[in-house]
């Protein structure tokens, strides 16, 4: 079945350090690839997605590349901070026309840890 | 205040004894999902709903039911409850039109004994 592989699933970096983390999917009609932070005892939130159309995307300290090729996406923290230590998930989906890109499939996640 | 609401938050309950969580949101998306949580697993879609009386399974959909008879409500239901249900469960909803972000909500951590 599909499946989305994450590595590594412990990291951590010091402070100002920068953090990657990559994931690998299995199927190639994926077309939509978010990235969600788990802060301890909370819910997940999106953090940043990318679509198959683009290569990369960025927002401030945070980051996304896609190879669609290799079937393989990461996501970049730079100058890490302690408030970016989470569990990071990134997930992939393809748009169906009953379920849009509801059909979502997780990695098993990393856990971030930023030391000051 | 836009959300999505689950309850209960905690539940511990003995093997067979039929439970229902229920979600909530007040966003009017037209998809909402399940998930659980396991550790080493990430979170795994159990099922999914692109609007009402539409339903479709995820990943993980042994063993758990749902209904979606109003586009706020998609309530969570587990027949027969097996200690391998043990877990946290979320619900989550999104929207096309808000840019599929899934909004989760707070989490249900259910212990079956």
């Known amino acids: 079945g599909e499946n989305v592989e994450q590595h590594p699933s412990t990291l951590s970096v010091q402070e100002g350090d920068s953090a990657v983390i990559k994931c690998t999917y299995s199927d190639s009609a994926s077309n939509y690839f978010p990235w969600y932070k788990q802060e301890l005892g909370k819910r997940p939130q999106l953090i940043i997605d990318?679509?198959?159309?683009?290569g990369e995307k960025k927002d401030q300290r945070i980051a996304v590349t896609l190879n669609k090729t290799a079937k393989h996406f990461s996501l970049h923290i730079t100058e890490t901070q302690p408030e970016d230590s989470a569990v990071y998930f990134c997930?992939?989906?393809?748009?169906?026309?009953?379920?849009?890109?509801?059909?979502?499939?997780f990695g098993a996640g990393t856990r971030l840890a930023v030391h000051p | 205040e836009a959300q999505v609401t689950q309850n209960p938050r905690y539940l511990i309950t003995v093997t067979g004894k039929k439970l229902t969580v229920t979600c909530s949101q007040n966003m009017n998306h037209e998809y909402m999902s399940w998930y659980r949580q396991d550790p080493g697993l990430g979170l795994r879609q159990i099922y999914y709903s692109m609007n009402v009386e539409v339903t479709d399974k995820g990943d993980v959909p042994e063993g758990y039911k749902v209904s979606r008879k109003e586009k706020r409500n998609f309530p969570l239901i587990l027949e027969s409850p097996s200690p391998n249900q043990t877990s946290l469960y979320f619900c989550a909803s999104s929207s096309w039109t808000a840019g599929n972000e899934q909004y989760f909500g707070p989490g249900t951590r259910l212990t079956v004994t």
């Open positions: 997930a992939a989906s393809r748009w169906t026309f009953s379920g849009g890109y509801n059909k979502l499939i």
């Open positions: 990318i679509r198959s159309n683009v």
